[in-house]
């Protein structure tokens, strides 16, 4: 009987470690300064990311379909809206389908205007962080 005790002793100190070290690898990715949010209501997805003072937000529907970091696929019509704030640049941008691709439309000035090479690859970053590699 006591070597029972004593495995199961054992057995829940295993379990305790263990679950010590998910929680500790669960903090580092949700930390107090780093927030991840993604949330489907009436067919509509939104994804949030606050790091340090920085926020970024996708907003689409639901039948856009997105891993690794990349737009996998999308319906005609869609339309994807990015939005970061707390950036030295903060920026409002659309991804609209046109004839089987999605192109980058930034707002300036109150209306939105095709995006600049270096805009695309502010773009590819940004879905990187947001939906996740």
């Known amino acids: 009987m006591h070597l029972k005790l004593a495995t199961l002793a054992g057995l829940s100190a295993l379990v305790v470690a263990s679950a010590g070290l998910t929680s500790c690898n669960k903090s580092a990715v949700f930390s107090s300064s780093s927030l991840r949010t993604d949330s489907t209501i009436n067919n509509h997805r939104t994804i ?28 005609k019509g869609a339309l994807v809206k990015l939005e970061e704030t707390g950036s030295a640049t903060p920026r409002v ?12 439309w930034v707002k300036e000035n109150g209306t939105f205007r095709k995006g600049t090479a270096e805009e695309e690859t ?12």
């Open 48 to 75: 949030t990311k606050k790091v340090n003072g920085l926020a970024r937000k996708l907003e689409t529907t639901a039948d856009v379909k997105m891993e690794k970091g990349k737009i996998t696929s999308f319906p």
């Open 93 to 104: 941008a659309e991804l609209r389908e046109n004839g089987g691709s999605l192109e980058l």
């Open 122 to 133: 502010w773009r590819d970053e940004f879905l990187k962080d947001v939906i996740g590699e």
